[in-house]
């Protein structure tokens, strides 16, 4: 285990109510102690069971039902070496062995960061030295934890089970829902919550004249138009609450030839349209509260990086808060332009795989 960084303080979840503008180093908010369960859910600690259990009862009205995940095969072409999805159905004996097809297993070789993905704490790091990071090329992770014990395969501190096995609704045993809601119960806690979606593909067509963009572009979305969609759609952030982002890229990518897919993942610096990077953002994501940040874009932010600014330092390795990447939203968009609502309930189960990066979302909207 790394030794305790002397100078970054160490915080409780009352951190959480200070405003960005007062924060000592709003880059850098680690709670809880190092190799703690606290530690590892970092800013989904927001997600007490008060607030879960507020956001079942007033969001799930109708019991309709919206899955966020793309196919796992997808992308079917990937960036950065990532192997696409592997699936392989065997006879529960072995190949040419005595099943005679009466049962079956099958085995999954997988990146996650290839489809539907969660970015988990061990994913991006933030340099060392966070007033002046042109001091040093040494990196960091979420609450210090370095490159050499993210390699370490006997160490999982910050690791997905956490998420999945520790509290990401709390540090309590159990999520405790009112028992109008029965089938809610459980015994484990979820990524649960209220989601709230800004679709800004299907504004963009509302606009005179539309605005018109490609997701394999350096198109990016300013703070303001965030803001302006918000407002559109009558939703306003509260505490605790995943943002969705909707970019459209799933129907792109599906309009694309197999030449045009392989010619993307060929690219050596390829780009990928996103939220605009600012201070602004990041102020009105720590001041509302919110616990997590997800939507259909590759890289959810713009990428490269056009500036010095990165939304990956400050919510992966600065606050400890997930990043969703290539959710489909498409049935989600339809769904709420249909109820003319953009707030759900989300639950979302990530792998219990000890020291995990990233993982399948194995999410759900529920109305």
């Not at 097809?101 to 489809?115: R, T």
């Not at 934890?145 to 390699?151: H, L, P, R, V």
């Not at 060929?266 to 939507?295: F, K, M, N, R």
Request: overall charge negative; hydrophobic content about 35%.
């Amino acid at each position: 285990m790394a030794e305790k960084n002397s100078t970054t303080p160490r915080y409780d979840i009352s951190i959480y109510n200070t405003s960005f503008s007062e924060l000592p180093d709003p880059k850098r908010v680690w709670i809880g102690e190092p190799g703690s369960a606290l530690e590892g859910i970092g800013r989904l600690s927001l997600l007490t069971p008060e607030i879960v259990s507020s956001a079942a009862t007033s969001e799930i009205k109708t019991g309709r039902r919206v899955g966020l995940g793309w196919d796992m095969t997808k992308l079917e072409y990937s960036q950065f070496g990532r192997q696409k999805c592997g699936h392989k159905i065997i006879p529960l004996n072995g190949p040419g062995g005595s099943g005679h097809g009466a049962c079956f297993d099958d085995v999954y070789h997988m990146n996650p960061q290839q489809s539907s993905q969660w970015d988990g704490f061990r994913h991006y790091s933030q340099p060392r030295n966070t007033s002046d990071p042109s001091t040093s090329q040494e990196r960091v992770f979420y609450g210090g934890i370095t490159k050499d014990e993210i390699m370490d395969a006997s160490n999982h501190r910050i690791g997905l089970q956490h998420w999945a096995s520790e509290g990401i609704a709390g540090e309590s045993s159990s999520v405790h829902f009112p028992s109008s809601i029965p089938h809610l119960h459980s015994t484990h806690n979820y990524l649960l919550g209220r989601g709230i979606l800004i679709d800004y593909a299907h504004w963009c067509t509302q606009q005179s004249p539309p605005i018109k963009y490609t997701n394999f572009s350096l198109h990016n979305i300013p703070f303001k138009t965030l803001v302006a969609i918000l407002a559109d759609q009558n939703i306003a952030p509260q505490r605790g609450d995943i943002l969705f982002i909707r970019m459209g890229l799933i129907p792109e990518w599906d309009s694309f030839t197999d030449s045009q897919k392989q010619e993307y993942a060929s690219q050596s610096t390829p780009e990928h349209a996103g939220v605009e990077p600012s201070l602004e953002l990041l102020e009105w994501i720590w001041d509302s509260g919110i616990s997590a940040v997800a939507g259909d874009a590759i890289s959810w932010e713009v990428y490269p990086t056009q500036g010095e600014l990165s939304c990956h330092e400050y919510l992966l390795g600065g606050w400890g808060m997930p990043i969703g990447e290539i959710f489909d939203l498409e049935a989600l968009s339809r769904t709420c332009r249909e109820l003319n609502r953009y707030s759900f309930f989300l639950t979302s189960m990530p792998l219990n795989m000890p020291g995990g990066v990233s993982s399948p979302p194995n999410a759900m909207a529920i109305f």
